[in-house]
């Protein structure tokens, strides 16, 4: 169990990098204004953004427990990421306390947005993957 949340977690990690270089690229080539803006907080941007997507790797660790049903694993899933990802966005200051809830809201909103495409990315994935074996059992079983 140790050894599946240290590999979360170096998976996350190598990801929110990713995501950071290629957000980097993207603002650098399409909004320089913005980039410019997050440079000046990149220090802040990078150690609250890199735990966050570390974290949300780990919280997958959910999925592990076939003893919960799904729809249980996703909101636990949800939850340990947003308990962890709301304080370090307060703390490293991507979001303040002189944001405006709307800011916030939009934020977490996104966040969730986020998660539900990912989820049914994976789900449309493992579905294919699923379809392709039954079919193979079936021409197995003719």
């Keep these: 169990?140790?050894?599946?949340?240290?590999?979360?977690a170096a998976y996350g990690f190598a990801i929110g990098c990713i995501q950071l270089i290629v957000a980097l690229l993207i603002l650098d080539t399409?909004?320089?204004d913005v980039y410019y803006i997050f440079m000046q907080n990149f220090t802040a941007i990078a150690l609250g953004g890199l735990p966050i997507s570390t974290m949300a790797f780990v919280g997958a660790i959910t999925y592990?427990?076939?003893?919960?049903?799904?729809?249980?694993?996703?909101?636990?899933?949800?939850?340990?990421?947003?308990?962890?990802?709301v304080p370090i966005a307060f703390g490293y200051g991507?979001?303040?306390?002189?944001?405006?809830?709307?800011?916030?809201?939009?934020?977490?909103?996104?966040?969730?947005?986020?998660?539900?495409?990912?989820?049914?990315?994976?789900?449309?994935?493992?579905?294919?993957?699923?379809k392709k074996i039954n079919d193979k059992l079936k021409q197995r079983d003719d």
């Design 1 to 8: 169990m140790i050894k599946t949340l240290l590999r979360y």
């Design 30 to 32: 399409f909004r320089p």
């Design 64 to 85: 592990k427990f076939d003893r919960l049903n799904f729809g249980l694993q996703i909101i636990l899933h949800a939850a340990i990421v947003l308990a962890v990802a």
């Design 94 to 130: 991507l979001f303040s306390p002189d944001s405006p809830t709307t800011a916030v809201t939009i934020g977490i909103l996104a966040w969730v947005v986020l998660l539900v495409l990912i989820w049914l990315g994976f789900y449309l994935h493992d579905n294919s993957k699923v």
